[in-house]
């Protein structure tokens, strides 16, 4: 790679940061789901939000990362425009290309507390410990640790305890763009 190319990456790669640490999730949200051997589902996710004005952000974070899908919110309220929010949602995605690039690039805001947990309760996914009762309390655990500053971030989700109701996330199912 020429000192030029070099030097382009290591600017995206800074933006990147920046721009996580500014707008992106790092969420786990843990879903009633009868077909599951335990009935829960444990379900990571990395995501950034923008309005439709910054779609193009969206789309950079996408190519640069290859892989994702950037979803529409619709807005029914009294904003303007609607929401995209590009989601990383694979296990093997958010394995081998998020969370290294994360580690490399550290954020540096209290989001890198965040990705911590994150990269926890993944760990456990990856090892399949969700899949035995005590795994899934362990990640619980961790969860709650991870979504304690929901009332801060509007892109957090917040989870009910898994032995009474469903979870509920802050954003509903958003329709895929493209």
């Known amino acids: 790679m020429g000192a030029d190319n070099q030097q382009e990456r290591l600017r995206n790669e800074g933006w990147i940061v920046g721009f996580v640490d500014g707008e992106g999730c790092f969420s786990v949200s843990i879903f009633k789901n009868p077909s599951m051997s335990l009935g829960w589902q444990v379900f990571p996710e990395f995501v950034v939000t923008q309005g439709e004005r910054s779609l193009q952000a969206l789309q950079v ?12 919110n619709r807005r029914y309220d009294n904003h303007t425009e609607n929401l995209y929010r590009y989601c990383v949602r694979s296990v093997e995605d958010l394995e081998t290309k998020i969370v290294p690039f994360f580690k490399q690039n550290r954020l540096k805001t209290a989001k890198a507390q965040e990705f911590e947990k994150f990269v926890q309760v993944l760990s456990r996914i990856i090892e399949r410990k969700h899949l035995t009762s005590e ?24 989870q009910a305890s898994y032995q009474d109701e469903d979870t509920v996330r802050a954003s509903g199912r958003p329709e895929e763009v493209g």
């Open 61 to 72: 974070l996408q190519e640069f990362f290859g892989c994702g899908r950037i979803y529409i």
């Open 135 to 158: 795994g899934l309390t362990e990640i619980r655990q961790i969860v709650q640790q991870l979504n304690s500053r929901s009332s801060e971030s509007p892109e957090t989700v917040r």
